[in-house]
């Protein structure tokens, strides 16, 4: 189970962190992935993590504004938004893929098995 936190109201150019923390103890055997929805738009990967934390992925419209941290001790994930912008504003739901290899990280929303409840930003202008 998958439990997002951290959502809420920002102005542009400032900063929220979302949390996502897993229940189980497995949670070091898992890729994990931010996705995003907007109203009438299609879910969309933010970013993903590896298992281990050493391979991170980020979509083009966040890199260099975002960052995708895991602590496997706290079965949690994270994702720090710096610099946002009203085009940031959606849904944004943790993922966790249980069958990705060690080394790897999972950009497509399919491969993903398990989805938190999702988390409301909005950034005004």
């Known amino acids: 189970q998958l439990q997002a936190s951290g959502g809420g109201l920002v102005q542009a150019g400032g900063s929220l962190r979302l949390s996502c923390a897993a229940s189980?103890?497995?949670?070091?055997?898992?890729?994990m992935g931010w996705f995003r929805q907007a109203p009438g738009k299609e879910r969309e990967v933010v970013a993903a993590?590896?298992?281990?934390?050493?391979?991170?992925y980020y979509a083009h419209s966040v890199k260099g504004r975002f960052t995708i941290s895991r602590d496997n001790a706290k079965s949690t994930v994270y994702l720090q938004m710096n610099s946002l912008k009203p085009e940031d504003t959606a849904v944004y739901y943790c993922?966790?893929?249980?069958?990705?290899?060690?080394?790897?990280?999972?950009?497509?929303?399919?491969?993903?098995?398990?989805w938190g409840q999702g988390s409301q930003v909005t950034v005004s202008s």
């Open positions: 993922a966790a893929d249980p069958s990705a290899p060690p080394g790897t990280v999972v950009s497509a929303k399919g491969e993903y098995d398990y």
């Open positions: 189980g103890r497995t949670f070091s055997s898992y890729a």
């Open positions: 993590i590896s298992r281990a934390g050493g391979i991170t």
